[in-house]
């Protein structure tokens, strides 16, 4: 991994540190009584299609209500799904436009179009600066490309869009299986396990440490 002139970065965990329990905290304040409402819409795979873009925003909320038996609107359900997000560390917003500076550096994240949007605004808007813009050269969210992570397909968007060559690229993602499906295409991979954070992989200057 001595050659490595990209970078592909997971997003909530390395970056943002989420928590889907705060989506049901806003779902009970909402009135929905059942007890873990996003793990049964995630194990029913609505959050799967709607990261792959399998449904629009309109139908995304009408299933929900259907699932969880409620009236609430689509306003509140967006509200709900985008107040995940619990920290966005200020070394975090820091180090990425560093690392820039020496490598093309990407985002790929499985998010449907809500939670996308509201990322994007989010980064820039806490960092006080564009993030987004200045740390990398494209942020890849899955229901843009109509794929998710770990699919080798969305790794391979990513390679031939930007014509990148796989043995110099690397990704670094909290999910073991999300490095595998990477594996698959020949990119070299770092599983960012707890608790190590993504500042420890990398020198003051932005350079990876490998």
Same mark, same amino acid.
């Given at each position: 991994?001595?050659?490595?002139?990209?970078?592909?970065?997971?997003?909530? %965990?390395?970056?943002?540190?989420?928590?889907?329990?705060?989506?049901?905290?806003?779902?009970?304040?909402?009135?929905?009584?059942?007890?873990?409402?996003?793990?049964?819409?995630?194990?029913?795979?609505?959050?799967?299609?709607?990261?792959? *873009?399998?449904?629009?925003?309109?139908?995304?909320?009408?299933?929900?209500?259907?699932?969880?038996?409620?009236?609430?609107?689509?306003?509140? $359900?967006?509200?709900?799904?985008?107040?995940?997000?619990?920290? +966005?560390?200020?070394?975090?917003?820091?180090?990425?436009?560093?690392?820039?500076?020496?490598?093309?550096?990407?985002?790929?994240? *499985?998010?449907?179009?809500?939670?996308?949007?509201?990322?994007?605004?989010?980064?820039?808007?806490?960092?006080?600066?564009?993030?987004? %813009?200045? %740390?990398?050269?494209? +942020?890849? +969210?899955?229901?843009? $490309?109509?794929?998710?992570?770990?699919?080798?397909? $969305?790794?391979?968007?990513?390679?031939?869009?930007?014509?990148? @060559?796989?043995?110099?690229?690397? +990704?670094?993602?909290?999910?073991?299986?999300?490095?595998?499906?990477?594996?698959?295409?020949?990119?070299?991979? @770092?599983?960012?396990?707890?608790?190590?954070?993504?500042?420890?992989?990398?020198?003051?200057? %932005?350079?990876?440490?490998?």
């Amino acid at each position: 991994m001595h050659n490595i002139k990209n970078i592909i970065f997971d997003l909530c %965990g390395p970056i943002i540190t989420i928590d889907v329990n705060l989506i049901d905290k806003r779902l009970h304040e909402f009135g929905i009584t059942c007890n873990q409402p996003y793990r049964k819409l995630y194990d029913l795979a609505l959050t799967k299609r709607f990261e792959a *873009n399998q449904m629009t925003t309109t139908e995304f909320c009408d299933e929900f209500r259907k699932i969880l038996h409620t009236n609430i609107s689509n306003e509140q $359900i967006c509200n709900a799904w985008n107040s995940l997000i619990v920290d +966005f560390k200020r070394e975090h917003q820091l180090l990425f436009p560093k690392v820039h500076k020496h490598y093309h550096t990407f985002v790929l994240s *499985n998010s449907d179009v809500v939670n996308a949007e509201y990322f994007t605004q989010y980064l820039n808007q806490k960092a006080g600066f564009d993030f987004v %813009g200045q %740390g990398f050269d494209e +942020f890849f +969210f899955s229901y843009k $490309i109509g794929e998710r992570k770990p699919s080798p397909k $969305i790794f391979q968007h990513i390679l031939d869009k930007h014509n990148l @060559i796989a043995a110099e690229t690397l +990704f670094i993602d909290d999910c073991k299986k999300h490095c595998l499906g990477a594996k698959e295409v020949g990119l070299n991979t @770092i599983w960012l396990r707890k608790p190590t954070d993504i500042c420890e992989l990398f020198n003051n200057d %932005g350079t990876i440490k490998l």
